[in-house]
């Protein structure tokens, strides 16, 4: 596995990881069940997506990303602020739409930085692109 390749697999993991955790800390504050089904259902396909590339890596025995105490009490810490006084499923669906938006600009930037990378990653990378620009369109619905 090529240093361009291990690069896009680490990024595809930190973007799944950050999704995942922003998931699991705005879920206890939904109160939409559709809204909630559908956060449920990403968080699945990120996982998926996370395994995939942790797989990979592993296999080459390449090294895993490994989120910070920091990265994750920021996240958080962003998320609990920005809901303190407002809770609705609106401003939820565009929190979600900005963390989305985000991941896609960061993978966007790792595959520009890597073109170098192999096929098998550059797909993956592509696949969670897609499934985030999906995600926004379903968020669309809760603004």
Same mark, same amino acid.
């Given at each position: ?11 595809? #993991? ?23 089904? #559908? ?16 797989? #990979? ?14 990265? %994750? ?8 602020? %920005? ?16 963390? %989305? ?25 592509? #696949? ?16």
């Amino acid at each position: 596995m090529t240093a361009h390749e291990a690069a896009v697999y680490r990024e595809i #993991q930190r973007n799944t990881d950050m999704a995942m955790k922003a998931i699991d800390t705005i879920s206890g504050k939904v109160y939409d069940d559709n809204l909630a089904l #559908q956060i449920s259902k990403q968080s699945i396909k990120y996982s998926e997506i996370h395994n995939e590339a942790s797989k #990979q890596l592993m296999a080459a025995k390449a090294e895993n990303y490994q989120s910070s105490a920091l990265s %994750n009490a920021l996240l958080k810490t962003g998320i609990h602020y %920005n809901t303190i006084l407002n809770t609705s499923t609106g401003h939820l669906a565009e929190l979600m739409i900005k963390e %989305n938006n985000n991941g896609i600009l960061e993978m966007e930037k790792v595959l520009k930085h890597n073109e170098n990378a192999g096929e098998r990653p550059v797909a993956l990378a592509k #696949q969670l692109i897609d499934f985030e620009e999906k995600n926004i369109a379903c968020l669309k619905e809760y603004l």
